[in-house]
């Protein structure tokens, strides 16, 4: 139980256009999902908390003209790079929390990689 | 703002000896701990986790880590590693339990014949 998964995993796209990313809890409803980038061979680093049916916080840094998060249900989450450039080129990973599932815990995505060329 | 440090960036340890991973945390009240791993290709995988009570905390996969608040610490420790353990270890803080995540920058574990 408590899955969470990621499309696409991969995806490549032009510099200057957006690309989606989608999050789904498979098997629970999650009020609360995180975004997270990692760059490579480095640490995650938090971009953003999404609650559903309200407007992500962003954390510091973190361009929320760029980085456009929806949260629009229970099982749904979307990460939308706009106007994407080769420095917006990382491994994007969200979580999700169960709240009807152990506490404090976040399950993880698979990530999606994203390259911009 | 809380942050977390781990200090050894590769470790290499023999199949059948002990491990420790480091973390150390930087956070003003008690912090919620987490020990997560991450393989290619596979989502961060929880290891283990404390909020209060014992301090010394059993995880999955034979895992413990032991919250020692006057060292700021939350070292995780294996008595035998196993081949398969080789990963990326990610020691992680939160300020509360529905919070983001702040993690240090990963321990890479390589498990020598």
């Given at each position: 139980g408590a899955v969470v998964s990621q499309h696409p995993s991969w995806v490549i796209c032009k510099s200057g256009t957006s690309v989606k990313i989608e999050c789904r809890s498979l098997d629970f409803q999650a009020t609360t999902m995180f975004w997270y980038r990692q760059f490579p061979k480095q640490s995650l680093m938090l971009m953003a908390t999404s609650n559903e049916g309200s407007k992500a916080t962003y954390e510091q840094g973190v361009e929320k003209d760029k980085f456009l998060i929806n949260h629009?249900?229970?099982?749904l989450s979307t990460l939308t790079v706009t106007s994407?450039?080769?420095?917006?080129s990382s491994f994007y990973i969200c979580s999700a929390t169960n709240p009807?599932?152990?506490?404090?815990e976040q399950y993880f995505g698979p990530g999606t990689r994203l390259t911009v060329t | 703002a809380q942050s977390v440090t781990q200090p050894d960036i590769h470790i290499t340890v023999s199949e059948g000896a002990s491990l420790e991973l480091r973390c150390n945390y930087s956070y003003g009240a008690t912090p919620y701990l987490f020990w997560y791993v991450q393989s290619p290709g596979q989502g961060l995988q929880l290891l283990l986790k404390y909020?209060?009570?014992?301090t010394l905390v059993q995880g999955i996969k034979g895992f413990e880590a032991e919250f020692k608040r006057s060292q700021s610490s939350f070292n995780l420790r294996k008595p035998s590693v196993h081949w398969s353990d080789a990963a990326e270890y990610f020691c992680a803080v939160a300020g509360g339990g529905a919070d983001g995540l702040t993690f240090g920058k990963g321990t890479h574990l390589i498990i020598q014949p």
């Open positions: 629009a249900s229970l099982t994407a450039h080769p420095e917006d009807g599932g152990p506490v404090y | 909020f209060s009570g014992d």
